[in-house]
């Protein structure tokens, strides 16, 4: 637990996959053909006590979905990727943009696609429905799944590791 605390230490930028992380990897579609996806208020609000305490936050997904414009907006999360087939280069662009050591930003993903970003992030996370070779690249496996309490429990995770949480959480006990 140490050695995931040491690496949290030094994130200053968080990446988020959508699909399996933010959600629970289920597709809805109507049938006027729009996509649905569940998210978690949890989550959501996990991220948006991560961006007040200083953390970046980023989502990078290879789907394309008005919704995850609409939950970012909503989270205050202005860099967001979409359609991104090939998640490398999108990573290697945000490390440049924001002037990062890619050992700085932590990688949530869930999925094979994920595997190139994850092997070159400070800290890589991924959720319990992701394939065995996924977990094994990972440096924590979060207890919740995504789309159920896993992105609030990275996100307090990694407000523990930088001594945040307890100030953050003692606003709502005033």
Not at 59 to 84: E, F, N, P
Not at 94 to 120: H, T
Request: with cysteine.
């Amino acid at each position: 637990m140490q050695y995931l605390l040491e690496r949290a230490r030094k994130i200053r930028t968080v990446i988020f996959d959508v699909d399996g992380v933010l959600t629970d990897g289920s597709l809805y579609l109507t049938d006027g053909g729009e996509e649905i996806k569940a998210f978690n208020s949890h989550d959501g609000h996990g991220l948006k006590m991560l961006r007040a305490s200083g953390v970046k936050i980023a989502l990078i997904t290879g789907r394309q979905s008005r919704c995850v414009d609409l939950k970012a907006k909503d989270w205050g999360v202005t860099t967001v990727y979409q359609g991104a087939k090939s998640k490398l280069p999108v990573f290697e662009a945000l490390v440049k943009e924001q002037e990062l050591d890619a050992s700085a930003c932590a990688y949530v993903g869930d999925d094979l696609i994920d595997l190139p970003v994850m092997l070159r992030c400070g800290l890589a996370i991924t959720v319990p429905a992701a394939p065995a070779l996924v977990k094994k690249h990972a440096h924590y496996v979060t207890r919740l799944e995504g789309g159920r309490g896993a992105a609030r429990e990275i996100c307090e995770m990694i407000m523990h590791a930088q001594d945040t949480l307890d100030t953050h959480l003692a606003t709502y006990l005033k």
